[in-house]
């Protein structure tokens, strides 16, 4: 998972560490391996890490170049990372991790780098002496990156908290809250549920170069269906497994062993099935069902799915103890409401692998 927190003084640096440190401190669960504070520029960061590609120290960050130019924080996983590292041959890597290859990637072409990656990220790019930052999110926003800005400082976060701690926010958003009740609409937009506090949008990075701000869309889905418009139906389905596979391959890209999610659905139960055909281990899968209702429960799919394809099932049941003991602790986690009980079934299937000492969920 990785995160980081960040604060970057528009003119100079005014430390305070106690409260710096008090604001990054409420994201250390999301780097359990390690973490690191550095001041750089007019730039306070600290890093939290889980270590996944590279467990030795050589991965970790904030990375910084050997010239004292450039640096970076980044969460998250870059699937195409091989093929760019192919790309940037006869640039010396110090270490086999992803984060190294889009430091690189990202010193060479900076913000057009991003059009390039594929993976789930945000990252903070810094170059000193072009006064220059980047922030960027992947295609579909699935690792969150949050900032906030006025006169004196922008201050990032890969959660809310910290700089609802750092900033003492302590207003939501109207405009949010309303959306939510009113459409069900959920924190997707540029505007979070607190004010003030704003979300990079997917497929986008902003660019600040001397304090000007520039937000720039670098992805987006493509609609042109001319490629498969004459396709025969044996074609098109061709094509879907051969993307699905290639898909999973980059997904297992992984020096830790990597457990699955096993509801009763086609997406898992084909996941499941290509997973334990190209892994070298017994692969670990969880499912959860209801106390009270097991006509929701999902079990007797998923083992057999397990027993089928000779892999490992655990199972566990969601309660309405569990529901009533972790509603606030699921809000503070999400930093959003929610509309979904099975959220309450997948925080205790991460609490089981986690048990198990699994750090990668595919």
Known sequence: MCGFFGVYHKKKIVKNLNNFNKAANLISHRGPDDARYVEFDQLQVKFFRLSILDLSHNGMQPMISENNRYLMVFNGEIYNANLLKKKLSGTNFKSTSDSEVLFKLLILKGEKAAKELEGMFSFIFLDKKEKKIIFCRDRFGIKPLYYYEDNKEIIFSSEKKPIIEYKNINFLNKNTVLEFFLKGSMDHSEESFFDNIRS???????????????????????????????????????????????????????????????????????????????????????????????????????????????????????????????????????????????????????????????????
């Open 200 to 362: 990079i949008l997917p497929g986008h990075y902003v660019v600040y170069k001397s304090l000007k701000k520039k937000q720039t869309c670098y992805w987006k889905i493509n609609n042109d269906k001319n490629n498969t418009t004459n396709l025969t139906e044996k074609l098109l389905v061709e094509k879907i497994q051969n993307k699905f596979i290639q898909s999973v391959d980059k997904h297992l890209i992984s020096d830790r062993e990597i457990g699955l999610f096993l509801s009763g659905g086609t997406d898992s139960t084909a996941l499941a099935y290509l997973m334990s055909k190209k892994i070298n281990y017994n692969l670990k899968t969880y499912t959860y069902g209801f106390t009270n209702d097991k006509t929701f429960s999902e079990y007797k799919t998923a083992k057999t799915t397990a027993k089928k394809l000779n892999i490992s099932n655990r199972a566990i049941d969601v309660t309405p103890q569990d529901v009533t003991d972790n509603m606030e602790k699921l809000v503070n986690i999400l930093e959003s409401p929610f509309t979904s009980i099975r959220i309450f079934g997948i925080y205790k299937l991460y609490e089981l692998a986690k048990k198990d000492g699994l750090k990668v969920i595919l």
